[in-house]
């Protein structure tokens, strides 16, 4: 899942910018000092339209042209990456330093970056990324769910000749994300469509909501709505002549493959789904697991560590006993308090741990900051399990061994034990040896490596998938 939730993370402050336009243009270099020092590379490039685009270096981490989002105002620009839960903000001074803060998942670090001698950098299309012309049909549509309260944008592919055919609807990750699914350069949906089509099978990837064509913002939305969103393009798909109604199902990575057994649990229509890196755990589990993850990389003591763990535990806990920000502080101070006196000098040292901090952070800034946003909330506390448990159609879960955002042993053990326990007749789990996240072959699995590494996705996970659909759907 791409919403990358570490406490161990860097971050920002905004400064006031003068009303005369400044370029941005160029290479900047700056240094953040975390602990230990990490250089930050910007490579922003100004387009005709006088917008700009940027790409991103992380020398100590091999990560190189990772997208940006640039948005310039006067002497002032916001660089931001959204799928990594990144945005930087700056002042540039006398044309030759850029002086602002980096933020990061909550924390704040001050950041300069200068002028660099290095060229400036032009992200190229991934290899496997398809280009027009193509040899199926490929349609932009649009239409509106029942409320007419969004307007969805989005694209269906299908063979030239033949149908109705299998069709498969596809649900992105957390965050905003457009049809494609596009992060670090990377368009996933774009190639698993590309491939399925070419298979014979018809295709439906959407804008999530306020990207691309689609509208709506997300405010107080939850992994509910967006499994309202699913339904809406699955009532468009039964307009179309081209889809066998009897053979639609649904593709979702990562929270998508938690809001497809959502869709499918009270839709008994649905003839399939795939879980791509699904946190069927629930959100509690993987938040909790993707933080002592960052600590572990961080260089924490064990100890400190496994006592992080067992406090963020039973405080995220806490959300689903707390009917407001104010009960949330006093059970949360309580656990807190609790947990302290149980602990040795050195784990309190090790977590920077006071009265009222923890990981050097003030302990109601981290569970208010998570407590306060609808879709957080609700992550953390739905049973995702008990929606998979009411899911009799077939079932796909693949997941790569190295997704340190979605523990492959974890999850895929859970949806075994899940789906066997409600006697689905025809479900599978696989773990692809070497994949990451996004399914590519990784040497870390770290974030900052997907825009590193040129596959998008691996060829045998696209077969794995073909393979599955052509045995169990288009038979």
């Known amino acids: 899942m791409r919403k990358i939730t570490g406490c161990l993370a860097a971050l920002l402050c905004a400064a006031q910018a003068s009303a005369q336009t400044a370029d941005f243009t160029g290479t900047w270099q700056g240094d953040i000092n975390a602990g230990h020092t990490i250089t930050i590379i910007f490579h922003l490039n100004k387009k005709t339209d006088g917008a700009y685009t940027g790409l991103m270096d992380v020398p100590a981490q091999n990560a190189k042209n990772l997208p940006l989002q640039v948005t310039v105002t006067g002497d002032s620009v916001i660089v931001a990456m959204q799928a990594a839960g990144i945005e930087y903000k700056g002042v540039l001074h006398a044309g030759a330093a850029l002086r602002g803060t980096w933020h990061q998942n909550g924390a704040l670090l001050p950041l300069t970056f200068t002028r660099s001698t290095q060229p400036t950098v032009t992200e190229k299309p991934k290899p496997q990324t398809p280009v027009p012309p193509f040899n199926y049909n490929s349609e932009d549509v649009e239409y509106d769910n029942t409320a007419k309260s969004v307007h969805f944008g989005a694209t269906l592919t299908y063979p030239k000749n033949g149908g109705p055919f299998a069709t498969v609807l596809l649900i992105t990750g957390s965050g905003q994300q457009d049809r494609d699914e596009t992060i670090f350069g990377h368009k996933p949906f774009a190639v698993l469509a590309d491939f399925l ?60 493959g938690v809001i497809a057994p959502m869709v499918a649990a009270k839709h008994p229509g649905i003839d399939f789904i795939i879980m791509w890196a699904g946190p069927i755990i629930g959100g509690l589990a993987t938040n909790v697991e993707q933080n002592t993850h960052s600590l572990r990389r961080a260089g924490i003591d064990s100890n400190a560590v496994n006592a992080f763990k067992q406090l963020h535990t039973i405080a995220l806990e806490q959300f689903a006993k707390s ?118 072959p990784a040497v870390t699995g770290e974030v900052a490596e997907y825009g590193t590494i040129e596959t998008t996705i691996a060829p045998e996970a696209l077969q794995t998938i073909g393979d599955w659909l052509d045995e169990n759907v288009k038979k």
């Not at 104010?326 to 977590?351: D, G, S």
């Not at 923890?358 to 302990?363: M, T």
């Open 323 to 440: 009917a407001n920000i104010m009960a949330l502080h006093e059970n949360v101070k309580k656990v807190y308090m609790q947990w302290k006196q149980q602990q040795t000098p050195a784990v309190l040292n090790n977590l920077y741990a006071t009265d009222s901090t923890i990981i050097g952070k003030p302990l109601f800034e981290i569970y208010d900051g998570l407590y306060n946003i609808a879709w957080m909330r609700f992550f953390i506390t739905h049973n995702f399990a008990a929606d998979l448990a009411n899911v009799h159609c077939k079932v796909l879960a693949i997941n790569g061994d190295k997704d340190r955002q979605v523990d492959a042993a974890q999850n895929l053990h859970a949806i075994d034990s899940i789906l066997t326990a409600n006697k689905n007749p025809n479900y599978k789990t696989v773990v692809l040896k070497g994949l990451n996240h996004l399914l590519q």
């Open 197 to 256: 089509t070419k298979h014979g099978y018809a295709v439906l990837r959407v804008d999530d909501r306020g990207i691309g064509k689609t509208t709506g913002t997300l405010k107080e939305v939850t992994s509910e709505d967006f499994a309202h969103d699913v339904e809406a393009g699955l009532a468009y798909l039964e307009t179309r002549p081209e889809v066998d109604k009897h053979k639609l199902g649904l593709a979702g990575h990562s929270e998508g």
